[in-house]
């Protein structure tokens, strides 16, 4: 199965021009017969040029969130949000959801989540679902975080199981411990390697479900191949390396060398 990269640009870059300019940057990465699925998420505002541009590559789109409810006849009053079926529409492959920095900025609940999860997988998004411990959690041990991760899951997959397109591998799980975010201070690939691992047995025996597991927090070209070398960690999402293209580009090279 191929690894997966997810560039997570936030809200970045600040214009168009500086948009189309990273995104141009990528298209020289060879992914055609590379070993990485690359996935890109930028601001709302630029998928309808980044979308339609990956069209013609093999580098998918996703979008940064997704709302629980589609337009219908009268029924789009929600201001400011946009709907899985909008996204659709934009050719997008896959929509974050439950990331970190909306639980806390956005105050996002595993309710709304799990509300979010489930409208965009019955409208055929895939869903990269974020789940991880803050850093109080962690200082209690492996158990506590373990569980804080498990009580997550449990809730923003409620019902999951009577969604059959879960059966076409349409999640993946990012696990992203919240104290390493931004932090410049990874996780180390050891225990991010037992979580994972935990995740996808709860996964398999709750769910009856494979799904992709990813890393997230603080990754960078010079710590990716400490854990995308094991086989259970699936991938990563990263955030500040990839809205620097040589950076980006970097992390991608070193595990197609990996590969290899």
Same mark, same amino acid.
């Given at each position: 199965?191929?690894?997966?990269?997810?560039?997570?640009?936030?809200?970045?870059?600040?214009?168009? &021009?500086? $948009?189309?300019?990273?995104?141009?940057?990528? *298209?020289?990465?060879?992914?055609? %017969?590379? =070993?990485?699925?690359? !996935? @890109?998420?930028?601001?709302?505002?630029?998928?309808?040029?980044?979308?339609?541009?990956?069209?013609?590559?093999?580098?998918?789109?996703?979008?940064?969130?997704?709302?629980?409810?589609?337009?219908?006849?009268?029924?789009?009053?929600?201001?400011?949000?946009?709907?899985?079926?909008?996204?659709?529409?934009?050719?997008?492959?896959?929509?974050?959801?439950?990331?970190?920095?909306?639980?806390?900025?956005?105050?996002?609940?595993?309710?709304?989540?799990?509300?979010?999860?489930?409208?965009?997988?019955?409208?055929?998004?895939?869903?990269?679902?974020?789940?991880?411990?803050?850093?109080?959690?962690?200082?209690?041990?492996? &158990?506590? $975080?373990?569980?804080?991760?498990?009580?997550? *899951?449990?809730?923003?997959?409620? %019902?999951? =199981?009577?969604?059959? !397109? @879960?059966?076409?591998?349409?999640?993946?799980?990012?696990?992203?411990?919240?104290?390493?975010?931004?932090?410049?201070?990874?996780?180390?690939?050891?225990?991010?390697?037992?979580?994972?691992?935990?995740?996808?047995?709860?996964?398999?025996?709750?769910?009856?479900?494979?799904?992709?597991?990813?890393?997230?927090?603080?990754?960078?070209?010079?710590?990716?191949?400490?854990?995308?070398?094991?086989?259970?960690?699936?991938?990563?999402?990263?955030?500040?390396?990839?809205?620097?293209?040589?950076?980006?580009?970097?992390?991608?090279?070193?595990?197609?060398?990996?590969?290899?």
């Amino acid at each position: 199965m191929k690894k997966m990269i997810i560039a997570n640009w936030k809200m970045n870059p600040s214009s168009i &021009k500086e $948009a189309n300019k990273l995104f141009d940057s990528l *298209l020289t990465i060879k992914n055609n %017969d590379s =070993k990485i699925e690359v !996935v @890109v998420a930028p601001p709302f505002v630029y998928l309808p040029f980044i979308s339609l541009g990956s069209e013609k590559t093999d580098i998918k789109c996703a979008s940064q969130d997704v709302f629980w409810e589609n337009p219908s006849v009268g029924g789009g009053a929600y201001t400011g949000e946009i709907s899985p079926k909008m996204l659709k529409d934009l050719y997008v492959d896959y929509a974050i959801i439950g990331h970190s920095e909306r639980r806390k900025y956005i105050g996002e609940t595993d309710e709304m989540i799990n509300r979010k999860v489930k409208a965009a997988l019955n409208e055929g998004l895939k869903v990269i679902l974020c789940v991880g411990e803050p850093l109080e959690v962690r200082k209690k041990g492996k &158990k506590a $975080a373990m569980d804080f991760v498990k009580n997550q *899951l449990q809730k923003d997959l409620k %019902d999951i =199981k009577k969604l059959s !397109v @879960v059966g076409r591998r349409s999640l993946v799980i990012a696990y992203e411990p919240i104290w390493a975010i931004g932090t410049g201070v990874p996780a180390h690939s050891n225990d991010a390697l037992e979580m994972i691992k935990y995740i996808k047995q709860l996964l398999a025996k709750s769910y009856n479900l494979k799904a992709r597991v990813l890393y997230g927090g603080s990754v960078n070209s010079k710590n990716i191949i400490d854990f995308v070398k094991h086989n259970e960690i699936d991938g990563a999402l990263v955030g500040g390396a990839s809205i620097n293209s040589k950076e980006f580009k970097k992390i991608v090279e070193k595990i197609n060398k990996l590969n290899n």
